[in-house]
């Protein structure tokens, strides 16, 4: 019976290994990290972590979130609106 916790690769990347993969500077994660905003992160020996999976969603909402990449977001798709005299 195999563990749920076996997989091919390692399940959490370091704040460097996290900022490459998602191809900014390092200090651009820590940034967003200390604003809480960001993907989500923890603390793990007191090192920052980063879930693989959670990274991956979370670029997936960021997808979802963009209005040029989501027509339904996007003001220029909306109807015309008549203004109060």
Do not use: C
């Amino acid at each position: 019976m195999g563990s749920k916790f076996q997989s091919q690769g390692p399940a959490f990347f370091t704040l460097p290994q996290a900022a490459a993969y998602l191809g900014i500077s390092p200090n651009t994660l820590y940034v967003w990290r200390h604003r809480r905003q960001g993907p989500p992160s923890f603390r793990m020996g007191g090192r920052v972590m980063y879930r693989i999976s959670a990274l991956d969603e979370w670029i997936v909402q960021q997808e979802r979130a963009d209005s040029r990449s989501n027509q339904a977001l996007n003001p220029l798709n909306r109807k015309p609106q008549r203004r109060a005299r």
